[in-house]
């Protein structure tokens, strides 16, 4: 089957299960969205919960496809393998190489929205990688950021309600404003790890 014809069914099946569940999303959080999304960038958010990709999903609309990074490991999960199959590009994080490089350009020239999580993990107070740095340099597209901001425990805890969540989506902005003055004599190493974590202060001073 020829892939424009696979990315076609993609669409409509990332659509419908979208428009399923944005009536779930939205009554469990009492979603609220603030901001537009620019018609195409690398959407970066914290990772805070299992919840941030479908509120994502929904927040921007089962039209807007979003197509995200998921690392090789989500794989050996029954219940989300299909999904991370059908809707994400799959790359060995642990060991990034041309393969997957590859997999990642491919998915840039087909989704107008690729969509990363700086840090990686879920786990709290982790650090910014510099990944989502390098494929806005590779790819030449800017970040759209977007906060998840809750009122009351997120992610939910149990025997609690489930919090109200506004979704604040900011304006793009590109790898060269991050790096306005910046020495150009810094590392390679040093000048990435700034980047990425001037990256997520834009998108927590959302």
């Not at 609309?61 to 050996?76: C, M, S, T, W």
């Not at 490089?101 to 510099?130: C, D, H, Q, S, Y």
């Not at 989502?132 to 590779?138: G, K, P, T, Y």
């Not at 809750?150 to 902005?173: C, D, L, M, T």
């Amino acid at each position: 089957m020829r892939s424009w014809v696979v990315e076609r069914i993609r669409d409509v099946l990332y659509a419908f299960l979208v428009a399923l569940a944005t009536p779930v999303v939205w009554s469990l959080f009492r979603l609220s969205v603030k901001g537009k999304p620019h018609p195409r960038g690398i959407v970066v958010a914290p990772h805070r919960s299992f919840w941030d990709i479908p509120i994502l999903c929904v927040a921007f609309g089962p039209f807007r496809r979003i197509v995200f990074l998921a690392r090789h490991g989500l794989l050996r999960n029954p219940v989300f393998a299909p999904f991370v199959w059908g809707f994400s590009v799959v790359i060995n994080r642990e060991d990034f190489g041309t393969k997957d490089f590859r997999k990642v350009m491919n998915a840039a020239k087909r989704a107008r929205w690729l969509g990363i999580f700086p840090e990686g993990t879920r786990r709290p107070g982790a650090k910014p990688k510099p990944g989502a740095i390098r494929f806005a340099e590779l790819l030449g597209l800017p970040f759209i950021p977007v906060r998840l901001v809750s009122r009351g425990p997120y992610p939910p805890r149990p025997r609690w309600r489930f919090p109200k969540v506004e979704v604040r989506i900011g304006p793009p902005f590109t790898v060269e404003d991050l790096a306005r003055d910046l020495s150009p004599d810094l590392p390679r190493s040093e000048r990435y790890r700034l980047l990425a974590q001037r990256l997520m202060e834009r998108i927590l001073s959302l």
